[in-house]
Structures are given as C-alpha cells and as structure tokens.
C-alpha cells in the first residue's frame, strides 16, 4: 500500500489514505471512522489495523472519498517521533566529503571517518514536511543545499533486534531529502555537534508516501536519483550503501525504536557542496527526489 496523510483542499480536513489508481482514499471516511485519523495511530495499531485499511481499499470503487492529487495537500505521511540519521552510509559520499576543498569543511578530519558501527544524528520531529510543501530559506543561511535519502520507518517496537529480524519491525519506506544549512553544519562540526544545520522548519521532506514493504521486491537494490529544476545531480542506488537497511534497524535499536520512527539510510555523492564552485540554491528553484517504487518527492525552495 501506498499510505499517505493529506489534507483535503475543500473542507481543510487532514486525513489518513491510501493512494491508489491515481487517486487519494481517504480510509477514515470510508471506515466511518474506525480508522483512526492519523498515520501514528495507524501504525501504533499494528498488522491489525494495517489489514483494515487493506479490505477498506480492496473493497471500494474510487467514486466516494476518493480526491485527484490537485484536491489533496500531502502531508508528512508520518510525524515520527525520533528521526535518526544516519551520517556517511554512502562510500562514494564520504569520498566526495574527504575531497571537499573549503577550510571549513577540509578541518574537521573526514579521512578518519571510522565504520566499526553506523553513526549519526538525531533531527526534530518539527522540521518534517509533505511533497509540494516548500522550505524557506533561513535567514542565517546563504549554503543551502539537498541529500536524496530513503526513511525506514518502523511499524513495530523493537529493542537489540538482530539483522535477521531487523526488517520485521519495519512497515515501510518513504524518500527523505535532507535538506541543509552547509555553513551553519560546518560551524557546528568544528564544535562536534549539528542540531540547525539539519532541523530548522521544513528541511526534512518525506514522502510523497509511506509504501509498505510487500510492495518492494528488494529495499535494497532501488534507484535513487535527485533532479535540481529538471537537472540530474544525485544518481545511485540503495545497494551502494556501506551498512544495508536491516544493519541499521539492527544497530539503531539499541535505543528503543518505536512506531513511527524514521531511520535515514544516508545520503549518495552530487551534492552543491562537493561541486569546486558550489552554487548554492535559491528562491524558485525546485529540488525532485525520486526512489524505485516509492514515488516522486517534491520540494520547492522558497
């Protein structure tokens, strides 16, 4: 299924849905209300409910509580209640990360960027935001700069699960762009911390859906590309990554992981700042994020 959490343009209802036949459903409607009105509650309710919402949408026609995209406003599918990130995944970006050329970046040792485990960062649960949803630029920031990822998002709770059974407790996957503040990211490093460089309001896009994995042949091995106002700049796959998704779901949750929580696989190389002369984005332009079965993710800059 291809779940998503969307509002609706004439009643300014926000609802819970499947997308199908090119069309949003809103399962609360057709459930008269049996199944709950948000995505956490949703996934809180488990293979119970997820069943639920698949007779509801195997069992309508499209011709009631059914909305063509230009009717809905997508939302984050999920607010999750942790986003861990996971920093450097991508051999090739850690690669692009070494050859960086500015002082402030060249200074913080990335050639001793270690892997005895995954590492990262935790991002606020307040900076997320739904496909066609813009993000302002800061006022505190002139390097603003994208990072096509892929969020794990968790269905169950799980606590020092092995890689084994790591991807049960998995529900889905959605496309993350990473959106940063390079300059206020670098200042923060020099300090060992990073907190506004990733988590001012709107710099984490997901979406457009959370499609749950018996869609997917394999997570591992999609296509991942990002597009900057039509041009192709990122171009990878989820094979390339250097820990796999059941290594992160298996390492991350020595902290508990819960129901909605999303897990970032971690950017590939193309990014604004690897480039000699980085020109950085700006009001107007438009960034694309694109995923093997997951969909399109879009994000105007504002």
């Not at 009631?64 to 996971?86: D, F, Q």
């Not at 913080?108 to 991002?123: A, C, M, R, S, V």
């Not at 994208?146 to 890689?163: F, H, L, M, Q, R």
């Not at 949750?253 to 700006?282: A, C, N, Q, R």
């Amino acid at each position: 299924m291809k779940l998503s959490t969307f509002i609706i343009k004439a009643t300014d209802q926000k609802t819970v849905g499947v997308f199908q036949d090119d069309k949003y459903l809103d399962v609360v409607a057709l459930s008269d209300g049996i199944i709950p009105n948000s995505m956490l509650d949703v996934l809180n309710g488990g293979d119970t409910v997820l069943q639920q919402v698949r007779e509801i949408v195997s069992g309508t026609d499209g011709s009631v509580h059914a909305y063509s995209a230009e009717e809905v406003e997508l939302c984050s599918p999920v607010r999750p209640g942790k986003i861990i990130h996971t920093s450097c995944n991508f051999d090739a970006h850690l690669n692009e990360l070494t050859g960086w050329e500015a002082s402030e970046w060249k200074e913080h040792g990335w050639d001793q960027f270690h892997f005895e485990h995954p590492t990262g960062f935790l991002e606020a649960p307040s900076c997320v935001a739904g496909s066609g949803v813009g993000v302002a630029i800061p006022r505190f920031t002139e390097q603003l700069d994208y990072e096509i990822e892929v969020g794990i998002v968790i269905g169950k709770t799980a606590k020092n699960i092995s890689v084994e059974d790591a991807m049960g407790c998995v529900v889905g996957l959605m496309i993350f762009n990473d959106v940063s503040a390079r300059d206020i990211q670098a200042r923060e490093h020099a300090n060992n911390v990073i907190l506004m460089g990733k988590s001012f309001d709107g710099s984490c896009p997901f979406g457009p859906w959370l499609v749950t994995l018996d869609e997917l042949e394999d997570p591992n091995k999609l296509d991942m590309k990002m597009y900057l106002n039509g041009e192709l700049r990122q171009n990878s796959n989820t094979s390339a990554t250097h820990y796999n998704m059941a290594e992160l779901v298996s390492w991350w949750s020595h902290m508990t992981l819960e129901p909605g929580d999303v897990i970032t696989t971690g950017s590939p190389p193309g990014v604004i700042s690897g480039m000699k002369e980085p020109v950085w984005m700006k009001s107007g332009e438009v960034m694309e994020c694109q995923v093997e079965g997951l969909g399109t993710l879009v994000t105007p800059v504002l």
